[in-house]
């Protein structure tokens, strides 16, 4: 079993890699065509009503809201998975394995938090201080990716142990923080259908069919409920059985593994070619410098590497945790930059936060502001890091080996 999800790991984090540059490709085609002779056209497709009503039934959403909220949806199930098989038997498995990227991830969400807030206090905007808080795991490992071999293994582990808690986090706040009005009817039937996922898995039943159909039920009923859709995908990820016999997938890995390739490059690309159409004008510049984008900026640029390399300290000074081996603070704190790589997250949680266009926009230039500065400082800090290390200090990152007896023992056995 350890070495299936050992596999998946590797698995995804390449594939993680990958996603994550070819994210930054779509990022830029919808920058173009927002700025281009076509923006009108697509913001139209965008706004496209696609769906029927039948009856009491109501799927009648544009293409953006299917987008957003079915979509997104299939994603939040794909990273409950994740979050799931890593808690079952992976890096966030045992209390030790998991100390530190679950401190640091949360130093990394309150730092920023709180820095949007002070700057928000008694404004319009007070309400968006969720959007610094979340880590773009696709973007944040695809930058990482692109040092190779120069920073240890150990770092890209604790990232992504890092990010996987930070989405955990996110989902929390959307869930309890992010909520229209509540309509405890369609609430109390999602709970039904949810107990009834329990139940197959209590009963032991593997057939991921059996999962999938009651969670698009699910979801249906959570959209209406005022909750956000994508707790639906969250609550199914969590029913879908995990434990199987020895050398054989489980139904949780098997639709992990179907899923990744969909999310990766159809789902986050969907997402971001659909949410990142900013369209530049002259007077974008002053958003940077009123109080909703200071507040994202100095959440996602300074909040979370403060955050993240302040609580990684406190875990390890204090005993609750152990540095990744052959990692370095100054490489733990380039890592905490890349975790101000916010983006689609952050978007995400924009979207959620402001009713006016005006500040949506203004939040989207801010997030992608900041999360470009922290991508290339991320990146420039770590190869620069790489560059001075002594080659004779990073031969291996093998730890050595401990003799089977000591001294004493020897003497003892003789």
């Known amino acids: 079993m350890r070495k299936l999800s050992l596999d998946i790991y590797k698995k995804f984090k390449k594939n993680e890699s990958k996603a994550g540059i070819f994210l930054i490709i779509c990022v830029l085609l919808s920058i173009i065509i927002a700025n281009s002779t076509i923006a009108n056209y697509f913001n139209d497709f965008l706004n496209f009503k696609l769906g029927f009503e039948l009856g009491s039934i109501d799927l009648n959403f544009s293409a953006l809201s299917w987008i957003n909220d079915g979509l997104m ?10 979050i799931k098989r890593e808690i079952i038997d992976g890096e966030l498995k045992s209390i030790k394995q998991a100390s530190l990227p679950i401190i640091a991830a949360i130093g990394g969400m309150l730092v920023p938090a709180l820095l949007f ?10 309400k968006g201080w969720g959007i610094p808080m979340a880590t773009d795991i696709a973007f944040a490992i695809g930058i990482l990716s692109l040092l190779g071999n120069r920073v240890p293994n150990s770092l890209k582990v604790f990232l992504t142990a890092l990010a996987i808690v930070d989405d955990l986090g996110a989902i929390l706040v959307i869930a309890v923080f992010y909520t229209s009005d509540i309509h405890a009817t369609f609430l109390l039937y999602a709970a039904g259908v949810f107990a009834f996922q329990m139940a197959l898995n209590y009963f032991g039943v593997k057939k991921l069919i059996f999962y999938i159909i009651p969670g698009v039920v699910l979801w249906y009923f959570i959209h209406h409920s005022g909750i956000h859709a994508t707790i639906a995908g969250v609550l199914t990820a969590i029913a879908i059985p995990a434990n199987v016999e020895k050398r054989k997938h489980s139904p949780l890995e098997k639709l992990e593994s179907l899923l990744s390739n969909p999310v990766s490059y159809i789902i986050m690309p ?5 949410n990142t159409n900013i369209r530049f004008e002259s007077e974008m510049m002053k958003g940077l410098t009123n109080s909703l984008g200071l507040g994202i900026l100095a959440g996602l640029f300074i909040g979370k ?9 406190m875990a390890i000074k204090f005993k609750m945790a152990k540095k990744p081996r052959a990692a370095s603070w100054k490489q733990l704190s380039g890592v905490g930059m890349l975790g101000g790589i916010g983006f689609t997250m952050s978007i995400f949680v924009s979207i959620l936060s402001f009713a006016s266009p005006l500040f949506q926009l203004e939040a989207k230039f801010s997030i992608l502001i900041a999360s470009i500065s922290a991508a290339t400082t991320g990146y420039i800090f770590l190869n620069y890091l790489s560059k001075k290390a002594d080659p004779e200090k990073v031969k291996s990152t093998k730890p050595k080996r401990e003799p089977i007896y000591n001294a004493k023992e020897k003497l003892e056995l003789a």
């Open 73 to 82: 949806a299939i994603f939040f199930l794909y990273v409950g998975l994740e």
């Open 270 to 274: 969907l997402f971001a070619l659909a």
């Open 305 to 313: 590497p403060l955050g993240i390399t302040l609580a990684s300290w």
């Open 117 to 126: 807030s002070l700057v928000n206090i008694g404004t319009a905007t007070h």
